[in-house]
């Protein structure tokens, strides 16, 4: 065992991985460390522009309702190019046998769904404090937890410490696409809610 790292105090997430893998047509092996974390860099600038535009049209809801900017493509557009080049180093020096591109749809659900979990969670503490630089800081935290570890886990041994905690952060925060969705049902019921409540606060105000 690595020194520095305790195993996780759960299931390890490569049995989820594995026995959900086989929906999308794989073998029962599941993905090696390699493909594992090179599927989560090429999945990320997917996942970084969609998480994107779910924070777009949060902010657009909530414009009524109290100042919050605009929202440039620079800071997802960064992240994704990082991801999507270093996604592209780790095919062109894959280990013989391994196969990332086929866990790329796996990867985009599992990591994908934690990847919004977070960057929602974080986006509506963020927006609380300072509604200008939520989004932006919503990406840079979740892609500080959930995308940096993919970099050091490519070079992981089978079976590491460190990448069993990399893909439990993968897999558990976003329960199977269960905690985005509810996150996202939440949110946007808060934002039509408030930005209901001040068009009658303005209307009131107008009469």
Not at 29 to 45: F, I, M, N, R
Not at 92 to 112: I, R
Not at 186 to 200: D, I, K, M, P, T
Request: proline share 7%; glycine share 8%.
């Amino acid at each position: 065992m690595s020194q520095g790292f305790h195993r996780p105090p759960f299931p390890r997430p490569l049995v989820w991985v594995t026995l959900i893998s086989v929906l999308f047509g794989h073998t029962a092996c599941g993905p090696s460390v390699y493909e594992a974390s090179a599927a989560v860099l090429l999945a990320t600038p997917v996942v970084v522009m969609l998480a994107w535009l779910i924070l777009v049209g949060l902010h657009r809801v909530w414009e009524r309702v109290r100042p919050v900017g605009k929202l440039g493509w620079r800071t997802p557009g960064l992240l994704s190019g990082l991801a999507l080049a270093m996604g592209v180093f780790a095919m062109v020096g894959e280990p013989s046998g391994d196969s990332v591109t086929e866990w790329w749809l796996a990867a985009f659900w599992f990591f994908g769904s934690s990847f919004i979990a977070v960057a929602l969670l974080v986006w509506r503490i963020a927006f609380a404090i300072s509604p200008e630089r939520a989004a932006r800081n919503a990406l840079s935290v979740a892609s500080a937890i959930l995308v940096l570890p993919a970099v050091p886990a490519l070079s992981s041994g089978a079976g590491s410490t460190f990448f069993e905690w990399a893909i439990a952060s993968w897999v558990y925060p976003g329960v199977f696409g269960i905690s985005p969705l509810v996150l996202l049902v939440v949110l946007f019921s808060e934002a039509a809610v408030r930005r209901r409540r001040a068009g009658e606060i303005h209307t009131i105000s107008e009469t």
